[in-house]
């Protein structure tokens, strides 16, 4: 997972409270082609460009039922909602050539009294919310 950018100072303490100690059963984010579920698999105290880093592995989402199981329902893990808008993009099959459009979706997490119950994927119904053709054709003229 690249982790430059957005937050520079602090990040160690932040890794540290989150993936070491375990402090937070869920973090939220967005971005318009990394949606999934991940799971902190180690950190990397070797410092790169002044930022330590983590290691993940990440699912997509059952294809029936929209939902993520947490393999380690114990541990912190890092919830990214494909919020891309109608240009989000998914990379389930390697389709054009690992830039293959998805519909844009949010996420719902439903908890009950011992924590996180369901982490689902939520596409809007609405049948303009759909992949463009022209982002895919926007691509294919980029990319040849």
């Known amino acids: 997972m690249s982790d430059f950018g957005t937050f520079e100072n602090e990040r160690d303490k932040v890794y540290e409270e ?21 799971q902190v698999t180690g950190t990397d105290r070797a410092w790169y460009g002044g930022n330590p880093s983590i290691n993940v592995c990440g699912a997509a989402p059952d294809a029936k039922t929209q ?33 293959g459009l998805d519909y844009p979706s949010g996420s719902a997490v439903i908890f009950n009294e011992r924590g996180i119950q369901t982490i689902k994927r ?6 303009t919310a759909k992949p463009r053709l022209s982002v895919a054709l926007d691509f294919a003229d980029i990319m040849g």
């Open 18 to 38: 989150l993936f070491v100690n375990n402090k937070a059963s869920l973090t939220l984010s967005g971005h318009s082609h990394r949606s999934g579920l991940y």
């Open 67 to 99: 939902q993520w199981k947490p393999e380690f329902p114990d541990r912190c893990h890092i919830l990214v909602s494909g919020c891309g808008g109608p240009i989000a993009v998914q990379n389930f099959d390697g389709e054009l050539h690992n830039w």
């Open 122 to 127: 939520v596409i809007p119904q609405n049948p």
